[in-house]
């Protein structure tokens, strides 16, 4: 299914946008309005990053549920878990937005990334199955690591900034300070809204305000 069809779709997955068509890109979009200084948040704690998680199949939901136990009997580390995930996206967001706009990234941010990869890798483990090899997430004892959500996230972050699609990382232009991050697949490299139906109509129909202000001005 595209991320991007809402048929079908759980009422988390209405309640997190996952257009991004990448998890690193959609857990950035957990804000609204990122880039501008009115922005909202829809994660207030870390139930709710659970429940993100699970939405964006980071985590099972049999994952999702012994995590919340976890947290509820561990609240101070699971209130940190939450701070360290949300500074966690922040510098996510300032690395593909410096993707998505060709441009450097801080090198703090880079250093932050490197931190969580290598706690990230102590989570995956090398299997051979049916001629193949492949990375699997450690199952045993998910419930004892409250960042476990993450991990997924910063594995696919550091595998698109590593791959040519990390070219492809755009950053939403709607009005104003969208802010959403999204791939962009179409051949041209021209998309520009994060969605057609949100940002491109309502950048649609300020040009259109604008042309027939700009022609009233120019008959007068
Ligand atoms: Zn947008």
Same mark, same amino acid.
């Given at each position: 299914?595209?991320?991007?069809?809402?048929?079908?779709?759980?009422?988390?997955?209405? %309640?997190?946008?996952?257009?991004?068509?990448?998890?690193? @890109?959609?857990?950035?979009?957990?804000?609204?309005?990122?880039?501008?200084?009115?922005?909202?948040?829809?994660?207030?704690?870390?139930?709710?990053?659970?429940?993100?998680?699970?939405?964006?199949?980071?985590?099972?939901?049999?994952?999702?549920?012994? =995590? @919340?136990?976890?947290?509820?009997?561990?609240?101070?580390?699971?209130?940190?878990?939450?701070?360290?995930?949300?500074? =966690?996206?922040?510098?996510?967001?300032?690395?593909?937005?410096?993707?998505?706009?060709?441009?450097?990234?801080?090198?703090?941010?880079?250093?932050?990334?490197?931190?969580?990869?290598?706690?990230?890798?102590?989570?995956?483990?090398?299997?051979?199955?049916?001629?193949?090899?492949?990375?699997?997430?450690?199952?045993?004892?998910?419930?004892?690591? =409250?960042?476990?959500?993450?991990?997924?996230?910063?594995? #696919?972050?550091?595998? @698109?900034? @590593?791959?040519?699609?990390?070219?492809?990382?755009?950053?939403?232009?709607?009005?104003?300070?969208?802010?959403?991050?999204?791939?962009?697949?179409?051949?041209?490299?021209?998309?520009?809204?994060?969605?057609? %139906?949100?940002?491109?109509?309502?950048?649609?129909?300020?040009?259109?305000? #604008?042309?027939?202000?700009?022609?009233? #001005?120019?008959?007068?």
């Amino acid at each position: 299914m595209e991320k991007e069809d809402a048929e079908g779709a759980t009422p988390e997955q209405y %309640r997190f946008s996952l257009l991004g068509r990448a998890s690193p @890109l959609d857990y950035c979009n957990t804000v609204d309005w990122h880039s501008s200084p009115e922005s909202k948040d829809r994660l207030h704690g870390y139930p709710d990053l659970l429940d993100w998680g699970a939405a964006a199949g980071s985590i099972s939901a049999e994952e999702r549920l012994a =995590l @919340l136990e976890a947290a509820e009997a561990r609240p101070l580390e699971a209130a940190e878990a939450f701070r360290e995930g949300i500074a =966690l996206r922040e510098t996510l967001f300032r690395l593909f937005t410096a993707a998505a706009h060709e441009a450097d990234p801080a090198a703090e941010d880079v250093e932050v990334l490197n931190g969580w990869w290598a706690r990230t890798q102590r989570k995956l483990e090398l299997r051979y199955e049916t001629n193949e090899y492949r990375w699997t997430w450690r199952t045993d004892d998910v419930a004892g690591d =409250l960042f476990r959500p993450m991990y997924p996230v910063v594995r #696919e972050a550091v595998e @698109l900034l @590593l791959s040519p699609k990390r070219r492809n990382v755009r950053r939403c232009e709607g009005p104003p300070g969208c802010g959403w991050l999204f791939l962009d697949h179409t051949k041209n490299r021209s998309r520009r809204w994060c969605s057609m %139906r949100d940002c491109g109509n309502r950048a649609k129909m300020r040009r259109f305000h #604008e042309k027939r202000k700009g022609n009233r #001005e120019n008959e007068g």
